[in-house]
């Protein structure tokens, strides 16, 4: 089962990742680092600073990914970290904060101003949210504001947790 993990950067899906990594015998792919790795892009933005990704690209060598990984370990889930991430799952869990948060993340993190405000804007409209309604199947939103990134691995956790419980009683 391939579940999203999705949000504006500073919500904390690598955070949460990394935690439901030790937490539990989940595999995660951290999309932004396999586009790069493996060049899955079709040009280099260099204004921005970042790559305009392949998404016939990503799919297919996403589901050779998917597939091994699958294959190959005891646990049937596998989550694809990345703010692009509800445009590959069918199944997509939306990490939020209310923007002044997500403001004081970015801005320790070291983000430039106008890279702080264009995401602390696109979080108020509810852009990413309102993007996973429109291409995927399921959608599980999840308030990271005033919560340790523990507490949020825990949200998340349950989240899946049910998912795999609906997906045993289908079997029965
Ligand atoms: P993203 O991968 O979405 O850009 P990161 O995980 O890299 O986000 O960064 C999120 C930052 O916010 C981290 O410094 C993390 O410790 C902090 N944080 C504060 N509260 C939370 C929370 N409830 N869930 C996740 N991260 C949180
Ligand atoms: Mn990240």
Known sequence: MLIGLTGTPGTGKTSV???LEKRRQWKVIYL???IKEEHLY???DEKRDSVVADMELIRSRLLELTDEMERESASKVVILESHLAHYIADIII???AYPPELIKRLEKRGYSEEKVNENAEAESIDLILAEAFEWCEKVFEVNTTDRTAEETAGDVEK???HLLSGKEDELH
């Open 159 to 161: 989240i899946i947790d």
């Open 32 to 34: 932004n680092d396999l």
């Open 42 to 44: 079709t040009e280099v």
């Open 94 to 96: 939306v990490l939020r």
């Open 17 to 19: 990742s990394k935690l």
